[in-house]
């Protein structure tokens, strides 16, 4: 529990960190929609070979997706580790969600950063596989985040805050 807490207390303290806010369905709606944006212009990137927007841009199709998940039930965060961190703590481990989604998420942002800052070469393959998995990883959150109940909700609500104060102590 030690090195969960120090490596991610900053995620409840830092501004953009993780916060509660009311649940909110108009920007569940844009979320989804930068989803399908990201997804359009994944298929411009492939035809082009841009391996880089590849990368790029299959994980926002990703990102947009969990993070209408996050609208859905009221947490922000614009912090992308805090948010994956928020993702497999909230929705993994409240059995809303597969691990899988969680593991997709997060390989596709170290491959977007490692690309990125690092200026790592994945090799033509992974990105394409990254990719290839985005239509299918939004297809399979979209009809989760459609069933959250009110219940669903209160249960990450309360989880938040049961973690918020388990990191902060």
Not at 92 to 98: F, H, K
Request: charged fraction near 35%; include cysteine; proline fraction near 2%.
């Amino acid at each position: 529990m030690n090195e969960k807490k120090d490596s991610h207390s900053f995620c409840f303290k830092k501004t953009g960190g993780l916060k509660l806010v009311n649940p909110n369905e108009r920007l569940v709606e844009v979320y989804k929609k930068k989803s399908r944006s990201a997804l359009n212009m994944l298929e411009s990137a492939k035809e082009k070979q841009e391996d880089e927007w590849i990368l790029d841009t299959s994980y926002y199709a990703k990102y947009f997706m969990v993070y209408a998940l996050f609208m859905k039930t009221g947490i922000k965060s614009e912090i992308h580790d805090c948010t994956i961190f928020a993702l497999n703590s909230l929705f993994v481990e409240e059995g809303l969600i597969d691990r899988d989604i969680y593991d997709e998420l997060e390989k596709s942002k170290d491959l977007r950063v490692g690309a990125l800052y690092y200026d790592k070469d994945f090799g033509r393959e992974e990105i394409l596989k990254r990719a290839k998995t985005a239509p299918e990883f939004c297809l399979k959150v979209e009809p989760i985040l459609d069933k959250i109940t009110k219940e669903d909700r209160e249960k990450v609500r309360i989880k938040f805050n049961v973690l918020k104060t388990n990191l902060l102590k």
